[in-house]
């Protein structure tokens, strides 16, 4: 079975600063990977995927992600964080007919 | 906007009663998933309806069930319900049946909270 892990359930960074968040995955077929963001109350809006097409992916709001198969990772990325930015984050993959989540990412922004 | 839509926002209930969650997809797709949300769990996929019928289930409990209808709207019933059922309930939809293919798109979900 396909799964990932978000190590980690929270990460405070400044305005500003680099935004990294970490996403392993364990598949044992190349696998669809996703990224989507929860703002509070609402729904998850998907944020970029890799479908195996390019291995640096371009996503909404300036974030990006690189699918490297030797470490199994899909790390989400933004230059420069935004007080906008803060949300929870969830790392996906595709398993058949369904999305598998990591746990989530709360991401604080600090003015 | 995603473009699907979800019935009722909130809905709070009594330990032992069953509620019906509504969705619609957006337009053309065919597919429709239900997920759960919950702080002990996460995410959780349910369900999977495609045209109608039944596609792929996930950690769904029996008292749980649900249908799509001809218009391809979703219902996901919700019986017996526990303290524990208490979550945010998400549906999602995509244009076809393979979620690597075409990413789901989100609702904004149903909170229940049993009493």
């Known amino acids: 079975a396909q799964s990932v892990t978000q190590l980690g359930s929270h990460v405070s960074v400044s305005e500003g600063a680099l935004v990294l968040l970490r996403c392993n995955y364990s598949?044992?077929?190349?696998?669809?990977l996703f990224w989507y963001v929860q703002y509070p109350n609402q729904g998850l809006q998907l944020l970029l995927k890799?479908?195996?097409?390019?291995?640096l992916v371009k996503g909404i709001n300036g974030f990006e992600a690189e699918f490297k198969k030797s470490e199994t990772s899909f790390h989400l990325t933004k230059p420069s964080a935004h007080m906008s930015d803060a949300a929870e984050y969830f790392c996906?993959?595709?398993?058949?007919?369904?999305?598998?989540f990591g746990k989530g990412m709360k991401l604080t922004v600090n003015p | 906007d995603s473009g699907v839509t979800q019935t009722p926002k909130h809905l709070i209930t009594a330990t032992g009663q069953r509620v019906t969650l509504r969705c619609s997809p957006r337009?053309?797709?065919?597919?429709v998933y239900w997920y759960q949300q919950s702080l002990d769990q996460g995410l959780q996929f349910l369900i999977q309806y495609y045209n109608g019928e039944e596609r792929a289930k996930g950690n769904i409990l029996e008292r749980f069930s649900a249908q799509q209808f001809p218009d391809l709207h979703s219902e996901l019933n919700l019986s017996s319900l526990e303290l524990g059922d208490s979550a945010l309930y998400f549906c999602?939809?995509?244009?076809?049946?393979?979620?690597?293919?075409?990413?789901?798109?989100f609702g904004p979900g149903t909170r229940l909270t049993v009493l």
């Open positions: 890799y479908t195996s097409a390019a291995t």
């Open positions: 999602a939809s995509s244009s076809t049946g393979t979620s690597g293919v075409n990413e789901q798109f």
């Open positions: 598949s044992s077929v190349p696998p669809y």
């Open positions: 337009s053309g797709d065919l597919s």
């Open positions: 996906a993959v595709s398993q058949s007919e369904k999305l598998v």
